[in-house]
Every structure is written in C-alpha cells, then in structure tokens.
C-alpha cells in the first residue's frame, strides 16, 4: 500500500538525476498523458528544471520513482471544484450509503472492503486516483462504476471517500459510527509535497497496539 | 422511504435514519457485556414434548450412517452422521499432557483457514482460504513433503462478494478424487495422483454475488453443493453433481415456486405454516423471493438409512425484515430431500421472518436417540438463534428444542406449531436502536462444526457468547453488491467471555460442562475415544479436554488464532495424530485478517466492535500443525 506520503512534488522542481541516458527517459515513463521531456541532453546532479507547462500525469500509485526523478504532478483540472466543497463531500456521503459502498466498507472501517479511513491507499489517496478506482473498479473484488453513475457523482464519492481520514473528518468523530461528519477536503491535501510528514501536523496515524498485559 | 434529489435526480432516501441517529460506541475497546438479567434461563424457555428417558437405550449413530472407524479422515464431518468421532485411544486424559508439534507447513495464505485437514491413504489433503491452493503432503516420509500443489487460481474479483472473509470449509476425498469449491464458484475434482484436475463446473455467478465456501458433501456418487451470498442478495441454492464428471443433475432453490423448489406430491412437512402451495413465492412481497438469500453454504449430510439428504438454509436478505414482510419460506430452515430426485420430503423453518440473520445451516449430527420411552432416529441440531434441536429425521417434527447459549429475541419455541415465540422488544425497526438482542447475528453459534462421543452422549459444542445492538437501516437492491440494511454493533454476552465450550446432553436437555473462553470458539471440535475433545481459540491456543469433566489437559500456542476444524487419524507409523490449521479469520476474525479499522464498530458487519482487542492477541497467519505423543 502506497501511504499518504506520496511521490507529488508539486511546485518543487523536478528531481531528474540524469546518471544515464537510460534513466533519465525513466524520469518520464508512465507518464499518461506524455509529459513534454524538459531537454534531450543528461542533466548535472541537481540542477533544477522547469518545467515547459504543468503536467498532468494521471494515476501513480507509487513513492518510487526511478533515477530519483519526479515528475510534476497538479491537480487535475476534473478534480478541482471538488476541493473545499462541503456540499460534495455530504452529498458523497448519501451516495456511499444509497449505492451499496457501505455494505462493503461500512462507514470506512471496511470489512468485506478495505478500509478507507485509515488513509493508507492501494490505489492512491489523491481525488483523481479515488476517482479512477470507482470509474475502473480494482481487480480484488472492487465493482467498476464508471457509467454506472454520473461522473459527478463519482467525485462526490471520491471527496467523501478521502474525506473519511482527514484528522478534521475523524475529530469530529464525537462517540457515534466514523465519517458521518465529513470534512471538506483541501486542495491542499493534495499538494503535499512529501516524503514525509509535513511540519507541525496533527496528521499523525502512527498507532501502537499495546498487548492485553502491555504496558497502560 | 421517501426521495430526495441529488444532483438535480431524484434519490430513494434510505440512510436518514441512520444520519440522525448516530450510534453511541467509537469501537476501539469491547462494549460492556449484557447483563444476566436480559437474557432468559434453559428452565423458562427450554421445551420438550416429553421426559427424558435415558434407561432406554445409549445415544449412538447407526452403523450405516457411522461405519467402522478406519483412522482416515476423508471428509471434514468424518462420517455421514457428522460425529467428528475418532476412536483412537492412544491419546487419552493421562497421556495428552505429553503431546508435542512434530509437523508444521505454511500454507502461504493469511486469511481465514477453516477447513478441515483431510487424511487418505497416508497423504494429506488441504485446500486454503482464498486463492484456494490444495496441498498434498506425504505423510509416508520425514517432514511430510509435498507430493503437489494445486492452484485454481479464482477470479479475485470474487474477494470483493465474500461477506466474512474469503474462507473454505475443506474438501473431500472420494473415488481417487480431491473435491473442494472455490470462492469464486467452482467445484473441482483433483485426481489424488497426479494433482490434475478431473473435472470443473462453474456453478456460482460472482455478479449475482454468488461464492462458495461450503465443504461439499459427496456421498453415493453426487457431489451435493450450495452457494454464498445472502448478504448480497443472492438466490440461494442447492445442486446435485456427478461425482464422476461434473455435471449437473438437479439444482434445487430455497425459495420461490414449488416447481424450483423442487416441491411436489412427495413433500410432508410436519407443521401446518409450512403447507401449501408456492409457499416460497406467497410469504414474500412481490418478486423479493428472487434476491432474499436462503442459500445453503452450511453442512449437508447424507442420511444412508433413510436415504435422505439434510441441509439448512440460510438467512433471509435484506437484514432489514421491515422489507420483507411473511414467513420467507424456505429460509433458516432444514429441508429433507430425496437425493436422487432433490425432491424435498420435508421442511421445518427454524426463524420464520428472520429478524436477526440467524442462518438455519450449522451442523446436524445424525444419532439413534431415547425420546419418549423409546429409541428414536433424529438430528441434532445447534442453530444460530440459541437453540438445540431435535428432531425428527423422518417426519421433521421438533422433539426438543433448548436455549444452549444466551437468548432473548425468543422466549421458547411452541412445539405444537414449531414456531418460535417472538420477544417483541427485540423486533428489530428502521430507525431504532434495539439493544442488547441475544444471541448476536452471528449466532448462538456459527458455521463451526460440534463433534459427538458415543462414549460420553454428549455433544461437544464450540460456541459464542455474544448480544448486539441493531437497527435496521433501508437498502437497495444493486446486483453484486452488499444489501443488507442493518446497522450492527455486536457485544460480549452475560459474564464477558465471548466463547463457551458447551458439552450437551441431548438427552437429558442441559450441559453437562461448559469451558468459558475470552473469545468465540470459531474452531471445530474433535472427540476422541480417549476421551479428548481438542478445539482451538481464535487467541491461538490449541486445547485438549477431557470429554467427561472438561477439565484441560494440554494446550499449545499457535502462530495465529485457530478458526479450523481440527482432525484425528491413525498415521503411517500406527500412532495417533491429532491436525489442526491456525489462520485466524472468518467473519469473528475479519480484524485481524482483513483490512479492516477497529475504529469503525460497525465494520465486517457488525462483529469489529465485539473483536476490537483481538489484535492484541494474534496476528494472522496460516500453518498447518500436527500434534502427537513422544515415540
């Protein structure tokens, strides 16, 4: 599973070690649709590169990224007036529950589903990603909605669905089932620019089980 | 319901209900348990329809049913009666404090493992949780090597329609051939030699929410199957197989018309509520028959001296029972059938309008039994809804019917109807939290095979002990997917120990000892003639008990929690051997198996917030372990 942590950099320049000329072509594989290659020559460790324009490179699932390169990642333009949107992230909300999500992911907690509040993502946490998942299905037992419902409404699921595990959704948890106050969810979750844990963040999901005689 | 529009589209409203009523438990410690005072005594609600007369005769099955023991054990029941009865002795009170591991085998999957390990002609057969691999070890040689391995490789998309994690009860060995389903809905004949597969038939529709994890029942060339799924709205089915080939030789459905039923001139059920014609369409609204579950994913014996097959149904769906008003015939009940034909004979109904999924498909131990002054051949039957049954194999009549756990949605079941006396304050209601309904969804107990002595006369049964919270929630039906509409939150039953091993005497109607255990007793069990009942606990312990005081005799930690049946043979060497798989999972297990957040108590359908600290005591796993004596 991919954490929240993920290969995104954007805004920050592209890290593209040109070893060879044979990584350097990794810096863009994958890319959907192709990215403009910045320049055709190997690149000085280090030296930062900007980009021709924003690049929107669809789903990646992964923190690994070969020769240590990253590409530019924005938000899709799809994606955008879905951010800080209260309405869609309840209306979301209603369709997780009239659509049947429930039954296999409860209110986030899964069971015959994977959770989905716990913010580690198969298929990736950013809200294009959640939405591609609903549009394709996943091959281990997630139904593929895409003409099912309206895209729409597929966006609406993806902000609730990412909502379920941001710290706000979960604070406001009280003592009843997770998620039934959903936050809005920021654009700027999903421009983080991460390795790691941003400074400062109450988003914190490290947990330690302790053992039934361990330590109180 | 009411609609709503979204998006500019009107939308039925089903979860307001359940917006406006949030539920008070964030689960991540165990919900206190229910108070004693909620739940009625054996002496208020027990009901038999005379004295017990043990001087007549010793509770044994018949010859037929149960032959001579031969130290294999080629299907997960061990016979057709379903004693789970080996009549080695080696192991005994005295000796099984010296049993030791002297075989274990990873099975590479860390889900769930709740079959039975199979034993024939010195190799053991095993099939795992999904992805269904089928091991054969060696048993001959050091360290019992693999002689091959079979991977059906089922489509993973069926992962998605398993309810309760993506478990397997087992297979069986018959003919030269290993036969076991997969999740996906196949039934596949292995032949033992060369790990080759004979024959597969597709039988389950994964679109429909079909899957199978039933133990198949072969007996007298048919290879009996029933599909999974009543949390999805399936049809629930039964269908005959050629052993030899595959091919389908009758299906017969648990609900709607008789001519799908397969109910004609020859059925005689016993009670009146269950005469009638197309009883299985009339107890149902308006087409709800078609997707109202009754599957039969349980145990389906074969009855040799009557010729008749047994097998029960499953729940009714949606859990929401406000949606389907009527008895829903033919669900949570026990059909009697003609195994030639798959015309039933008959049929008694266990819940009638099931409000709480209690599933009518655990075990039926087939004995010769003193009722009523005289010797009489009945099942045996432990049900979800908390009570033991005995019944009458050849007309279905209710002879005694016993809570054996704690129950409270019920107060008794009339033995001149057979219908069981409804606790109206445990109707359950949209938009209503009804508390503290005993027994839990799960069950008195679940799918978990008892085992029976004829030594001792009792039944050893492995058990839960556990209540819940439930409100019903409106659902739709959206093929393939979940519909059930219910919002549950299980929790621990009277005292706080979720699991009891319950030694029964059917005979004289109550317990004759009880082992409390922290958490449900998912496993089998297994009686021996030494006297040993073994069983495991989802913590990880493997146990051994006398059979006579239950006093513990051993006991051994496991890798994982143990939600398998375990076994007794006879090895190559002559000595007695006692096999369990560890791989906790299943439904009770589906927290630390699956992927699934404790802090959601609702998840895996109810069960988290009863199971939210068993993470702290065994992690997933999946190994195969063998116990005997020191040599």
New interface residues.
Partial sequence: MSSRFRANSVGSPIKCVGLTVLLLAGCETGVRPPAPVAQSTPVAPSTPVAPAEPVYRGVVDTALSPGAGRTLATIDPRAAKYYDNPEAVK?GK??F????C???H??????????L??NQWIYGGRLEQIHQTLVEGR?????AWGGVL?D??LW?LAAYVRSMSLPET?AA????????SPAPVPRAVDEDTGWAAPAATTNDYSET????D?PQ | MRTLSVNGRPVTVFLLSAMLAPLPTFAQSVPAAVPQSEIFTREQIGHALAQPTPGVGRTAPSSANAPQDDGQWSMPSKNYAATRFSSLTEISPTTAKKLQPVLTFSLAVNKGQEAAPIVVGNTMYIVTAYPNIVYALDLTRPGAPLKWRFSPQPVPASQGVACCDVVNRGGTVSDGKFIFTTLDGQVIAIDVNTGRSVWRTQLGNINKGESITMAPLVAKGRVYVGNSGGELGVRGWLTALDEKDGKVVWRAYNAGPDADVLISSQFKPFYSGDKGTDLGVTTWPTDAWKIGGSTAWGWVNYDAELNSIYYGSGNPGPWNAEQRPGDNKWTAGMFSRDPATGQARWFYQFSPHDEHDYDGVNEQILLDMPFAGKMQKVMVHPDRNGYLYVINRSTGQVLSADPYGPVNSTKGVDLATGRPIINPEKETKVGVQVRNICPTASGAKDWNPSSFSPRTGLLYIPHENMCMDWMNVAVSYIAGTPYVGADVHMKPGPGGNRGVLTAWDPVRRRPAWEVKENFPVWSGTVVTAGDVVFYGTMDGWFKAANARTGAALWRFKVDSGIVGQPVSYRGPDGHQYVAVLSGVGGWAGAVVSGPVDRRDGAAAIGMVSAMSDLPKYSTAGGTLYVFSLPR
């Fill in positions: 209306v209603f369709l529950g009239s659509m049947n429930a039954g296999c409860t209110n986030g907690g899964g069971g015959m589903a994977p959770s509040m716990d091959p281990n037992g997630m139904p309206p729409d409404e609406q979960l948890q009280g003592s009843g089932n997770p998620s039934q089980l302790k053992g039934p361990g």
